[in-house]
């Protein structure tokens, strides 16, 4: 007979039902519960089934997962609780039990969707712990609102996530009425050392923009050497800054320094054609460039779904960055050598252009690697990406983080976020927040207005 003491520890731990959206998402995340109890419905495992195999990320993830469970098990069986790891950590299992006697998502909502069997599931197991907090977690939005108006707690996932997003690291800092020697010295020299100029932030590189009554500066401190270096407007491959934060982002990007960088802003601000333009200027120094973005299926449905061959399936995603190339290809216009030249590196693969999961097993040495709408990729889809970084490379996100296409991410969870929150203190690491959209006139009045 359990002692109280035992029973009173055991009503205290909770119950957290995972749903296929959080396996799929970080397959270790049975293990980040503490000292509580995970279950996942034998539903779940179903569906997992059906991710296993693939080269996406996410058969990564069902793989995994599958692989990590198998190996706790081992002669145990899986309807039963099993330790999953010695160091204090809660239990798991497999659940069955689809038939609550009370609330039935199936009777309320709809028949033999899935969805609705895996709420069953977990509010039968709330019926059979009535003294224990059953919590569904899931990254379903609507899933965990089903939940809750059937009196179940649900919560999303929230390793990874960031909590203050509104206050994500933008990498610059406006600093106001900097003395004149300080001007007058940078201009001058270009490089001076930073104690001279009282920086507020210096855990990890940044911009600055240095103002002194009607003059101002554009500059980056570097943290791995304590200085400060003026930053004056360069053109790249025929495409000019048009405010301070591009200027930023072309010396990032150019920065053979930095072998990571980050971009973020809204559409039109520039920054997949910024970073297309310096990996062509720096074309000599690596052995090609990879311009690439994650598939993100229309309507949920797969690239399978569309008509005709591989290429034609995939050209109608890769467009934006092929529009790019061509209005870079279009200001030599009067340079008819220009335009041959660039012609020849997408021709002989100098330059190559296609969806993520293409490249995905190439060799990522002396690479200049720009992935697009990175915002749309998980923080281990980011961290899988950067660990695969060989010799002389240099990888670019560029994304908007409040533009999200795919279900389960959101402007706290994606990996751009996540990259940018975690890395900003590296010294390998450079990022820039663009805010002011150069497209058009009337692209600003979408983003500002509507």
């Not at 930023?248 to 802003?265: R, S």
């Not at 399978?304 to 290429?311: I, Q, R, Y």
């Not at 934006?320 to 216009?333: A, T, V």
Request: proline share 4%.
């Amino acid at each position: 007979m359990a002692s109280k003491e035992n029973k009173s520890q055991t009503t205290d731990k909770k119950i957290f039902v995972l749903d296929t959206s959080v396996i799929l998402y970080d397959h270790n995340a049975a293990h980040n519960f503490q000292e509580h109890d995970v279950a996942i419905p034998a539903l779940v495992l179903e569906e997992l089934d059906n991710f296993k195999s693939g080269n996406d990320t996410r058969n990564f993830e069902a793989r995994n997962f599958i692989r990590i469970i198998d190996q706790a098990s081992k002669n145990h069986l899986l309807n039963k609780w099993v330790t999953l790891n010695k160091k204090g950590g809660g239990k798991f299992k497999v659940l069955l039990n689809e038939k609550p006697q009370k609330n039935n998502a199936e009777l309320l909502f709809s028949q033999d969707k899935f969805d609705n069997r895996i709420l069953n599931t977990a509010l039968a197991l709330k019926e059979e712990h009535p003294k224990r907090k059953v919590i569904l977690v899931s990254k379903d939005i609507c899933l965990r609102l089903k939940a809750k108006a059937l009196d179940l707690h649900a919560e999303d996932y929230e390793t990874g996530k960031i909590k203050n997003v509104e206050e994500l690291y933008s990498g610059k800092t406006e600093i106001k009425n900097i003395d004149t020697p300080i001007f007058d010295h940078l201009k001058a020299n270009t490089l001076i050392d930073a104690a001279h100029a009282k920086l507020p932030y210096r855990a990890g590189n940044h911009f600055y923009i240095l103002k002194n009554k009607r003059r101002e500066l554009n500059t980056f401190y570097n943290a791995a050497n304590n200085t400060l270096r003026w930053i004056s407007d360069k053109e790249i491959f025929k495409i000019a800054p048009r405010n301070a934060e591009q200027s930023f982002a072309i010396d990032a990007l150019l920065n053979p320094e930095i072998k990571l960088v980050t971009i973020q802003g809204n559409a039109g601000t520039g920054k997949t054609l910024l970073a297309l333009a310096s990996a062509l200027e720096l074309r000599r120094e690596y052995r090609q460039i990879y311009v690439t973005r994650p598939i993100v299926p229309l309507s949920n449905k797969d690239i399978g779904f569309l008509p005709g061959d591989v290429k034609s399936k995939v050209d109608p995603y890769m467009a934006p960055i092929w529009d790019n190339l061509k209005f870079i290809r279009e200001q030599f216009s009067k340079d008819e050598k220009m335009q041959s030249k660039i012609d020849e590196l997408v021709n002989t693969e100098k330059i190559e252009i296609a969806p993520l999961a293409f490249i995905r097993g190439r060799t990522l040495t002396k690479i200049f690697f720009i992935i697009d709408e990175a915002q749309n990729l998980t923080p281990h889809e980011i961290k899988t990406i950067i660990s695969r970084a060989g010799e002389h490379t240099k990888i670019v996100f560029t994304g908007d983080i409040y533009q999200i296409d795919t279900p389960y991410l959101d402007s706290e969870s994606n990996g751009l976020s996540y990259l940018i929150e975690n890395a900003k203190h590296h010294p390998l690491y450079a990022h820039i927040t663009l805010q002011k959209g150069e497209r058009s006139e009337l692209a600003n009045l979408a983003n500002e207005l509507l």
